[in-house]
């Protein structure tokens, strides 16, 4: 900001007591042009005030058009103008008016600025150089005793210092406007930030007003000091009762608001500890007498510029009461699991007893099927030998008839000894393989009774329970075959694999080949890895759906209901390899093409796992 900026500013405030210097100086004049007249001066004495009163008029003019600065300038060179015409029309240097250039040039200066100020000053000092030099070649017709240029020396001096003086001066000034200023300008940046904090706090305190009138939640606004409402919502008048009127300036304890004033006393001790105060559990009483849970959360505000304490109030009546009885109904729950739990327990152990039982059962069952087979195969060699024995004691008797009667001859004897000889020996075949079923049946039927484990060779057990198996598909076109490497030795239960063995031919020859003219069930065993022997028990029938395969080792399933299956059978197969025989079995069919089950089995197992 420059000079003539801050004078221009310092014009502005000033102007009324301008406007009075002009018109006062017009006056002035005017008085003194009167005083000319009635002392009948000469023409030439008129020239200054006449300038001067025209000058005023102009100014005067200028102030009212709100051109203050225009006015001054005009005021101050049209006076010097004045003074320099009445320096050449009277007494040149001499002329006392020259005097009245300092003040003229300094109010310039520090009105109009420091341009108009130095402009006006060497104005003048040149006046005044002009003035000496014209007097001293007598250009001027001036009757005077002291040189010009005398004269004019300490004029012009008085004029520089006054320029100095005025520099100064506005030097000071200039630093005082600026400084003022800048804490104008400071001031106003302070006064426009408060505004706009006025305002800001103005429109959070509509939008605080505003959310708290709509909010659903009890609000209330407290004195710090004494604890009196000053502002509570729409709700909290629904909730407690009260009215604003009836609340307002008054306490909680004067509306016996809080149950209990030792639990109030520690919530604003907490809350003068830590400046807020969140879910605190409180008991108050409404206006009606109605007791309420709630939950308070509270913290300090400046509340029109006093402070306060905001408190949102959550009612948990409700909560309360459905946490208590859904604690009476999880007692309640868990009474019943408790008791449901027994009962399961012993339905369990009735289901486990009971499918032991079915599981003996179905060996049972299988052990007869067994016997009902192998009693069939030994009814042929023991009929056999039962004929053979009979026609050998007949002709006995009729050898003996002979011989009593004396006729017997030699012819008779030999016939006799023939037909003794062929009789004893179809006899013998008969009793021999009678004897070889009795004993395979007998090993089967102990290894399935006992469940004891010992050391046997895989291929012969095998070939034993096949022998068994035998007679189930005699006078049908099914075929059992033994693939089996020789030389397996195991030291394991022979007795469950047998019956895993029988269950899964069995199996097969109830399911696989019905409605077929012939079928086959292979046997197949070798070692796969060190330790371990594959068992796999496949056939050519119908396969096994899709939608059956997941669910066929599942109890009691089966697609023969009714029709002699109990849906045992592979269950106990499954439960059998996998916690006694400490293998596991899979199942691999093809609807159509038959199906295939493949045990894994260790050759050392250890004590059963039942």
């Known amino acids: 900001m420059n000079s003539d900026t801050l004078a221009q500013r310092a014009l502005l405030p000033g102007a009324r007591l301008v406007g009075r210097l002009y018109w006062a100086t017009a006056v002035l004049n005017l008085a003194y042009l009167a005083l000319m ?15 001067v009163v025209l000058i005023s008029a102009l100014c005067i003019s200028l102030q009212r058009r709100q051109r203050p600065r225009a006015a001054m300038a005009v005021y101050v060179w049209g006076v010097w103008t004045t003074i320099a015409l009445q320096a050449f029309a009277r007494g040149g240097v001499h002329q006392p008016a020259l005097f009245a250039l300092p003040a003229l040039f300094m109010v310039a200066g520090w009105v109009l600025g420091v341009r108009q100020g130095v402009m006006l000053a060497l104005a003048s000092i040149a006046l005044v150089l002009v003035l000496a030099v014209a007097e001293q070649w007598q250009w001027l017709d001036l009757h005077v005793d002291i040189s010009p240029l005398n004269y004019a020396v300490p004029l012009v001096l008085v004029l520089l210092v006054s320029l100095a003086v005025l520099l100064f001066i506005l030097q000071v000034h ?18 426009a930030q408060l505004r706009a904090g006025e305002e800001a706090l103005h429109r959070s305190e509509q939008r605080f007003f505003k959310l708290n009138a709509s909010s659903p939640l009890p609000i209330a606004v407290t004195r710090l000091e004494d604890g009196r409402y000053l502002y509570v919502n729409a709700a909290w008048e629904r909730t407690f009762g009260w009215d604003a009127q009836t609340a307002l300036e008054k306490t909680a304890i004067d509306l016996r608001f809080w149950e209990s004033l030792a639990l109030r006393a520690t919530w604003i001790e907490d809350l003068r500890l830590h400046g807020r105060s969140l879910n605190h559990e409180m008991v108050v009483t409404t206006r009606s007498g109605q007791r309420m849970d709630l939950i308070l959360n509270a913290e300090f505000i400046d509340f029109d510029g006093q402070p306060a304490v905001l408190a949102v109030f959550l009612d948990q009546s409700e909560r309360k009461r459905t946490a208590d009885e859904l604690h009476r109904l999880n007692t309640e729950l868990e009474q019943r699991v408790q008791a449901r739990t027994a009962e399961l327990s012993q339905t369990l152990d009735m289901l486990k007893r009971s499918q032991d039982e079915l599981v003996h059962a179905e060996k049972l069952a299988s052990l007869g099927s067994l016997v009902a087979g192998v009693a069939h195969e030994l009814n042929t060699p023991i009929g056999n ?51 070889e079923l009795v004993h395979s049946f007998k090993q089967v039927a102990v290894d399935q009774s006992s469940e004891r484990r010992r050391s046997f060779d895989l291929s012969g057990m095998l070939h034993e ?49 019905e409605g077929r003219e012939r079928g086959e069930v292979v046997l197949q065993g070798s070692v796969a890895r060190p330790g371990w022997v594959t068992l796999s028990c496949s056939d050519d029938g119908q396969g096994i759906a899709p939608e059956h ?55 050392l197992v250890s004590e059963p796992q039942l």
């Open 37 to 51: 007249l009635v002392q009948d001066s000469p023409m030439r004495r008129f020239i200054a005030p006449a300038g």
């Open 174 to 191: 200039w630093k005082e406007v600026q400084q003022t200023e800048s804490l104008n300008q400071s001031l106003e940046a302070t006064v």
């Open 385 to 435: 030998a039962l004929v053979s024995t009979s026609a050998l004691a007949d002709l006995s008797r009729e050898f003996a008839q002979q011989y009593a009667r004396g006729d017997l001859r030699r012819s008779a004897l030999e016939a006799y000894v023939q037909q003794c000889s062929e009789g004893a020996e179809l006899a013998q075949r008969s009793l021999r393989r009678a004897s």
């Open 465 to 513: 329970v096949v022998d068994t198996l035998r007679p189930n598909a005699k006078g049908k076109p099914w075929q059992i075959r033994l693939d089996v490497a020789p030389g397996i030795a195991m030291e394991s239960y022979p007795g469950p694999l047998g019956q895993v063995v029988i269950n899964l031919v069995m199996n097969a020859l109830l399911h696989a080949f």
């Open 549 to 603: 395969l997941p669910r066929i080792f599942d109890p009691f399933f089966t697609t023969k209901l009714g029709q002699g299956g109990s849906g045992l059978g592979l269950a106990i197969v499954h439960r059998l390899v996998t916690q006694v025989l400490q293998g596991d079995i899979s199942v691999e069919s093809t609807l159509g093409h038959g199906t295939r089950f493949v045990l894994s089995l260790p050759l």
